[in-house]
């Protein structure tokens, strides 16, 4: 069994993420939460961008 068999698909987690009562939560609950939630844009960005220019780079150098 592989290890990324073991965790919950990521759709799964937004799912459970977008479905999350919000109400029990103080203020500076929301706080924390928010900046978690722009760390991990952050870090989606740069990974997608990270993609984007090995792509770009794979393709250049087959295009010869």
């Given at each position: ?7 919950p ?9 977008a ?11 929301l ?34």
């Open positions: 069994m592989d290890l990324d068999d073991a965790l698909r990521p759709d799964d987690l937004l799912t459970q993420l479905r999350q009562d919000l109400d029990p939560l103080s203020v500076a609950e706080e924390a939460r928010i900046a978690a939630l722009k760390g991990e844009i952050a870090r989606s960005r740069r990974r997608m961008e990270r993609a984007v220019n090995h792509r770009a780079s794979a393709d250049s150098l087959f295009r010869s």
